[in-house]
């Protein structure tokens, strides 16, 4: 079982920065990492996702802006987000998928707003 713990969420103004990290209790090194978000009244979607390999894919309202990365000695995923705008306020989530299991985190809350 992986237990997976986000952090690094707060609020900050438009335009703004911030890093993400969801640290993994176990190795990841096999594993694709995604990171979802579900802003009040509103599905979950997926944001940004990457491979074991490194491959790297995102939702067309963050490319440019978002950058989801891996340290496999760390156990760590990270989400670096630039250029924040309101409509990225939400609960962010990262997804470990095992094949047998999916396993999430808690989430950690992103404000955007001045």
């Known amino acids: 079982q992986v237990q997976l713990v986000e952090s690094g969420g707060g609020l900050v103004q438009p335009g703004g920065s911030l890093r993400l990290s969801c640290a993994a209790s176990?190795?990841?090194?096999?594993?694709?990492v995604t990171w979802y978000r579900q802003a009040p009244g509103k599905q979950r979607e997926s944001v940004a996702f990457?491979?074991?390999?490194?491959?790297?894919n995102y939702e067309d309202s963050v490319k440019g802006r978002f950058t989801i990365s891996r340290d496999n000695a760390k156990n760590t995923v990270y989400l670096q987000m630039n250029s924040l705008k309101p409509e990225d306020t939400a609960v962010y989530y990262c997804k470990i998928a095992t094949g047998a299991y999916d396993y999430w985190g808690q989430g950690t809350q992103v404000t955007v707003s001045s």
């Open positions: 176990g190795s990841i090194l096999s594993y694709g």
């Open positions: 990457i491979g074991s390999s490194g491959g790297t």
